[in-house]
T-cell receptor
Framework: GNSVTQMEGPVTLSEEAFLTINCTYT??????LFWYVQYPGEGLQLLLK???ADDKGSNKGFEATYRKETTSFHLEKGSVQVSDSAVYFC??????????????WGLGTSLAVNP | SAVISQKPSRDICQRGTSLTIQCQVD?????MFWYRQQPGQSLTLIAT?????????ESGFVIDKFPISRPNLTFSTLTVSNMSPEDSSIYLC??????????FGSGTRLTVV
């Protein structure tokens, strides 16, 4: 079945460091891919998404490219800030599920950015 | 994208009682989803709710324990019934408007004592 494998955390970086959080997936067909962020004490927010191969999603300085050849959707940011400290979730939407497009979730990666 | 208002944001409940969580969406959405998130863990899907039909429950979750209502395209409730301390968790609702757009409520932090 479909699955998402996400880099284990916690990840601790200094401010202005480069961030990569790896995400790979297993899916049939052509899923949509997502990164969600959960700031401390808050609910989930969509960070970015990509719906087809080679699409690049971007938001708030974060980027991720849908790589079908490597079945990956790694999250990157060139210079992290303390305010980026959060838990990041990779997810996919089963494009073959018809109207029941539930999300398949990774386990989440906790990021802590120190000043 | 849709905005979801979820309430209550938190509650402390006695074991054996029930709590109903509400989610109101500011636009009509096709599917709504209810999740549970244990501290420090990923999301576990409880059930998928489509308007006008019974919810579809994931393995390990049953309607008697987590009854769901979906009376229209902008509203849903999840009830956590006969609660025990093991039900302490964050409960999240989510809405799908199609084409891969998903929005989440801010969550309900439930503590059962």
């Amino acid at each position: 079945g479909n699955s998402v494998t996400q880099m284990e955390g916690p990840v601790t970086l200094s401010e202005e460091a480069f961030l990569t959080i790896n995400c790979t997936y297993t899916a049939t067909g052509y899923p949509s891919l997502f990164w969600y962020v959960q700031y401390p004490g808050e609910g989930l927010q969509l960070l970015l998404k990509a719906t087809k191969a080679d699409d690049k999603g971007s938001n708030k300085g974060f980027e991720a490219t849908y790589r079908k050849e490597t079945t990956s959707f790694h999250l990157e940011k060139g210079s992290v800030q303390v305010s980026d400290s959060a838990v990041y979730f990779c997810a996919l939407s089963d494009s073959n599920a018809g109207n029941n497009r539930k999300l398949i979730w990774g386990l989440g990666t906790s990021l802590a950015v120190n000043p | 994208s849709a905005v979801i208002s979820q309430k209550p944001s938190r509650d402390i409940c006695q074991r054996g009682t029930s709590l109903t969580i509400q989610c109101q969406v500011d636009s009509q959405v096709t599917m709504m989803f209810w999740y549970r998130q244990q501290p420090g863990q990923s999301l576990t899907l409880i059930a998928t709710a489509n308007q006008g039909s019974e919810a579809t429950y994931e393995s390990g979750f049953v309607i008697d324990k987590f009854p769901i209502s979906r009376p229209n395209l902008t509203f849903s409730t999840l009830t956590v019934s006969n609660m025990s301390p093991e039900d302490s968790s964050i409960y999240l609702c989510s809405a799908s408007g199609g084409r891969g757009g998903y929005t989440f409520g801010s969550g309900t932090r439930l503590t059962v004592v």
